[in-house]
């Protein structure tokens, strides 16, 4: 269970680098690129597409930032009680709050689907021929990450508190 | 409604991510005035119809790109060649050059991370006393959040539909005022500390500039840019951040490209978080402007002051408690939407009103329970919370005198912006 959990934890954390690194670049260099257009070459080239693109690639960096995020335990909390408190009363407050985000998250995760579904029918597309329902579906798919990923973290969290911590170590 | 309010307050101070209390809060409200509940979906999507937070990546990654590299160092050697000889001189300079580089890596605490390190014990090394350098290492981390091109400010313009090149104008004289105070606490705290004022050389301001040759322009270029109105800010983004990775990355060589997935996410993983709270304040703004929140709360404030200043005061009480609870920018996007209609009801400016609120909210990093620059900086220097509480105290009570100031005299914020 452990190694299985381990090796996608690893897998994942290449995909989100990777299509981080990807998405950074690809904005940069088109953003670069629009301005070298408009102050060099007098707009010589037609850009329509490159605005396009860019806020795209903005919502696309934030769904897969965010599912890095919440990989990294990195999303904001206000989190008074852990500056206060300790022991089995923070571990089981922990596994209270990310099963409700997780369920938060599936549900947006659902809503999001349901938009998706509803975009596929009007047939938007950009780029001239590119579905826009396709570009969105972003979105739903992070939230299932990101839904997954919290449940994934209860799990972790449940094995802590039972399993004996010392002895885990030790094997 | 009350009942749920109680249950998610609970769950917020027990650690659940402020995005999904927030969203929780957006969706139980759809539900309650049959709002088609995917409607969060959609204003989630409107992420993508903001041209301006392209800013909001670029910046982020350029200032962690810096952070990661040697600029820190160079940037506090050029500082002290020309600062350092001044009374109070290293003090000085690690105000400058905290101000500098949070401007330009937008308050995400990593000014003190990558700055501390270094002034720390550089201070120490000068004599200056260890509680002091802790206060002034800590609380110089969120200076210069009122200049260009801090992320808080373009997050504010895009919130409040403000021109944020109006905002960046507007923040410079409240941000020297802020240092100006701090300087000048600064010097009398060790007007006794009485040591041989290091001499002028220089050679040395050659060298330093020599040394930091390929990062000098990048300052010009934005500032400039964005000053003259030349760059749009999102154009200036993009260009620091393509300046910065041929500077740290391809000239200096200090980052190495296997080093880069590592930054990039990092950075990344910041905006993710920014942009999901971002994101889902916007479908709680949604309902609340359709339940007429703000109306309601203007009716409300106006039955407790009657003019501009009482209403300012009042403000700043409530600004004060909010940056004790909330990080800047979930401030930004879940408050602003609220206030900006009862400000423009008492009359006070957009812009003013912005400044006042970055303002306000730079205290926030250093107050109780959980100002983030108090839990940085106990962390990187190892020193006891309530230590670190004490030693920032007297620099918090400055920055609130500035505050008040600022908040007071709105002809500092608005001197450079042009009306229309």
Not at chain 1, 44 to 65: N, P, Q, Y
Not at chain 1, 142 to 161: E, N
Not at chain 2, 179 to 193: A, D, K, P, Q, T
Not at chain 2, 396 to 412: A, D
């Amino acid at each position: 269970m452990r190694k299985l959990l381990d090796r996608l934890e690893r897998f994942g954390r290449l995909a989100e680098n990777s299509a981080l690194v990807i998405l950074l670049g690809t904005m940069i260099g088109v953003s670069v690129f629009q301005i070298i257009n408009r102050q060099l070459l007098d707009g010589a080239f037609s850009l329509t597409w490159a605005d396009e693109l860019v806020k795209i690639i903005v919502l696309w960096l934030a769904m897969v930032g965010s599912v890095a995020a919440c990989r990294d335990n990195k999303h904001i909390r206000i989190d008074l009680i852990s500056h206060v408190l300790s022991g089995p009363v923070v571990a089981w407050s922990k596994v209270v709050v990310d099963l409700f985000a997780a369920a938060v998250c599936a549900m947006i995760g659902w809503q999001a689907w349901r938009l998706v579904r509803e975009e596929r029918s009007w047939g938007d597309t950009v780029f001239s021929d590119v579905p826009l329902w396709l570009l969105h579906a972003i979105v739903p798919l992070a939230f299932v990450l990101i839904s997954y990923q919290f449940l994934v973290r209860v799990l972790r969290l449940i094995i802590r508190i039972f399993g004996p911590d010392e002895a885990e170590r030790a094997s | 409604m009350i009942f749920v309010s109680l249950i998610l307050i609970v769950l917020a101070v027990f650690g659940a991510p402020l995005f999904t209390i927030i969203a929780t809060s957006a969706m139980v409200g759809f539900q309650s005035n049959d709002t088609e509940l995917m409607t969060i979906a959609l204003e989630l999507l409107s992420i993508s119809q903001m041209p301006v937070l392209t800013a909001i990546p670029l910046f982020t990654f350029a200032g962690y790109l810096l952070s990661e590299s040697n600029a820190p160092g160079r940037l506090v050697r050029l500082t002290s060649a020309m600062f350092g000889w001044m009374p109070g001189g290293l003090a000085l300079v690690c105000l400058a050059a905290c101000a500098f580089f949070t401007a330009f890596t937008g308050a995400s605490g990593v000014t003190i991370i990558a700055l501390g390190a270094i002034l720390y014990p550089a201070l120490k090394q000068d004599g200056y006393g260890d509680r002091f350098n802790l206060g002034l290492v800590t609380s110089s981390g969120s200076l210069g959040l009122l200049f260009a091109p801090s992320l808080p400010i373009i997050l504010y313009g895009v919130v409040a539909k403000v021109s944020i090149d109006d905002l960046f104008r507007a923040g410079i004289l409240p941000g020297l005022v802020m240092l100006f105070m701090l300087g000048g606490y600064s010097i009398w705290v060790n007007r006794e500390n009485r040591k041989p004022l290091s001499s002028f050389s220089w050679r040395e301001v050659r060298d330093a500039l020599r040394e930091a040759i390929w990062e000098l322009p990048l300052p010009f270029v934005v500032l400039g840019g964005i000053y003259s109105g030349f760059f749009a800010v999102s154009e200036a983004a993009a260009i620091t951040a393509l300046y910065v990775f041929i500077a740290e990355v391809l000239i200096y060589r200090e980052i190495t490209l296997r080093d880069l997935p590592r930054i990039v996410r990092e950075s990344m993983v910041l905006v993710g978080a920014i942009l999901m709270i971002l994101g889902v304040s916007l479908a709680s703004t949604y309902y609340m402007i359709d339940a007429e929140v703000p109306q309601k709360l203007l009716a409300f404030v106006a039955e407790l002051v009657s003019s501009p200043t009482s209403f300012l005061v009042l403000l700043l009480l409530f600004l004060l408690v909010l940056g004790a609870i909330l990080d800047i920018f979930s401030a930004i996007v879940l408050v602003v939407p609220l206030i900006l209609p009862i400000a423009d009801g008492f009359g006070v400016d957009q812009v003013h009103l912005g400044i006042v609120f970055l303002a306000a909210m730079q205290l926030g990093y250093l107050t109780p329970p959980v100002g983030l620059n108090l839990f940085i900086a106990s962390y990187r220097f190892n020193k006891p919370i309530m230590h670190v509480y004490s030693a920032t105290f007297p620099f918090l009570i400055i920055l609130m005198l500035s505050v008040i100031l600022i908040t007071f005299l709105p002809e500092l914020s608005l001197l450079f912006v042009s009306g229309d």
